[in-house]
């Protein structure tokens, strides 16, 4: 689980125990990710290390990621370098989208163009001069990088992963980089949808084989033979984005706003089976207390009483 964390009172809430004081600890492996979201409108910098302290005391052993826009005013929200000397941090993501673009473009800087080959490439140079100064900021090696895209149905996240990859690859070799797809909307949509998009990622990540024709006279019927094709990254450093309330609005047109842990919760197990396995919970500490109580992901995540509780 790579958890949202928006406000230094949502530490508390993942922090706290069970029970009547309605804590999330009991459900927390040391493998979940907290995801420090230093966009939210209004934070700042003092707030983000608020959190990041508190995170720390508390889930020593959890990574924290800081989720950065694409602008460039230090301490404000939206600063693609945000938290970037944290040592409490492992990874900075940038969240690939057109408001963080335009959010932080300069006169200099170009429109949002939503064609892949110009995106990925733009993608490439952001990541690589933020690789860099992490690389300066906390020598010698910095901090991982990684992206959150959006969702277009011509964009290929398999070679953006690799692309990613590759970016850390300059600074430290085999260190490969964390991405988070916005498929928030196809859950949204419904678990059907989320399925689809989940199989058609994970085929980004690795294609399926791939047929070669034999040699052979050329009037009789041609054979073939199946070729596997080398993965473009790891899956295991892939998440999809599940967006959800626990006082969900059905005539909300947002994700966070529309989606109930119950459809949340269906799009996660339907995932699962398409064989995905890191899920970008974007929600409150609340709702997220309401997903794991829903019996699809309580067996997942069982509380200290076992599954029977559930």
Same mark, same amino acid.
């Given at each position: #689980? #790579?958890?949202?964390?928006?406000?230094?009172?949502?530490?508390? +809430?993942?922090?706290?125990?069970?029970?009547?004081?309605?804590?999330?600890?009991?459900?927390?492996?040391?493998?979940?990710? @907290?995801?420090?979201?230093?966009?939210?409108?209004?934070?700042?910098?003092?707030?983000?290390?608020?959190?990041?302290?508190?995170?720390?005391?508390? @889930?020593?052993?959890?990574?924290?990621?800081?989720?950065?826009?694409?602008?460039?005013?230090?301490?404000?929200?939206?600063?693609?370098?945000? =938290?970037?000397?944290?040592?409490?941090? &492992?990874? =900075? #993501?940038?969240?690939?989208?057109?408001?963080?673009?335009?959010?932080?473009?300069?006169?200099?800087?170009?429109?949002?163009?939503?064609?892949?080959?110009?995106?990925?490439?733009?993608?490439?140079?952001? =990541?690589?001069?933020?690789?860099?100064?992490?690389?300066? &900021?906390?020598?010698?090696?910095?901090?991982?990088?990684?992206?959150?895209?959006?969702?277009?149905?011509?964009?290929?996240?398999?070679?953006?992963?690799?692309?990613?990859?590759?970016?850390?690859?300059?600074?430290?070799?085999?260190?490969?980089?964390?991405?988070?797809?916005?498929?928030?909307?196809?859950?949204?949509?419904?678990?059907?949808?989320?399925? &689809?998009?989940?199989?058609?990622?994970?085929?980004?990540?690795?294609?399926?084989?791939?047929?070669?024709?034999?040699?052979?006279?050329?009037?009789?019927?041609? *054979?073939?033979?199946?070729?596997?094709?080398?993965?473009?990254?790891?899956?295991?450093?892939?998440?999809?984005?599940?967006? @959800?309330?626990?006082?969900?609005?059905?005539?909300?047109?947002?994700?966070?706003?529309?989606?109930?842990?119950?459809?949340?919760?269906?799009?996660?197990?339907?995932? =699962?089976?398409?064989?995905?396995?890191?899920?970008? @919970?974007?929600?409150?500490?609340?709702?997220?207390?309401?997903?794991?109580? +829903? *019996?699809?992901?309580?067996?997942?995540?069982?509380?200290?009483?076992?599954?029977?509780?559930?």
């Amino acid at each position: #689980m #790579m958890l949202r964390v928006n406000k230094p009172d949502n530490v508390q +809430t993942y922090a706290g125990p069970g029970g009547a004081h309605g804590g999330l600890r009991a459900r927390i492996r040391s493998r979940d990710i @907290f995801v420090v979201n230093t966009r939210y409108a209004g934070s700042k910098r003092s707030e983000w290390e608020k959190i990041v302290t508190g995170l720390h005391e508390s @889930f020593p052993c959890n990574r924290i990621v800081s989720l950065n826009g694409l602008g460039g005013r230090p301490g404000r929200p939206g600063d693609s370098a945000a =938290l970037i000397d944290r040592p409490e941090v &492992s990874t =900075l #993501m940038l969240d690939w989208e057109l408001y963080d673009w335009n959010k932080g473009r300069r006169r200099s800087t170009p429109a949002w163009d939503s064609r892949f080959g110009v995106a990925r490439a733009r993608a490439a140079k952001r =990541l690589a001069a933020l690789a860099k100064r992490s690389s300066i &900021s906390t020598p010698p090696d910095g901090r991982r990088v990684g992206l959150v895209p959006a969702t277009y149905a011509d964009w290929d996240y398999g070679l953006i992963a690799k692309t990613a990859d590759r970016r850390n690859h300059q600074v430290r070799g085999r260190r490969r980089a964390f991405q988070a797809v916005q498929t928030q909307g196809f859950c949204q949509a419904g678990a059907d949808s989320f399925d &689809s998009v989940s199989a058609g990622l994970l085929d980004q990540y690795t294609p399926p084989p791939r047929r070669k024709r034999l040699p052979g006279p050329k009037k009789k019927k041609p *054979r073939y033979r199946k070729v596997n094709v080398k993965p473009r990254a790891s899956e295991r450093n892939l998440a999809l984005e599940v967006s @959800f309330s626990n006082t969900p609005d059905p005539g909300s047109s947002l994700p966070v706003a529309s989606v109930s842990p119950g459809l949340a919760s269906k799009c996660v197990r339907r995932a =699962l089976r398409r064989g995905g396995g890191g899920f970008l @919970f974007w929600a409150h500490p609340d709702s997220v207390r309401a997903l794991v109580k +829903t *019996r699809r992901v309580c067996v997942l995540r069982p509380p200290p009483a076992g599954r029977r509780a559930c």
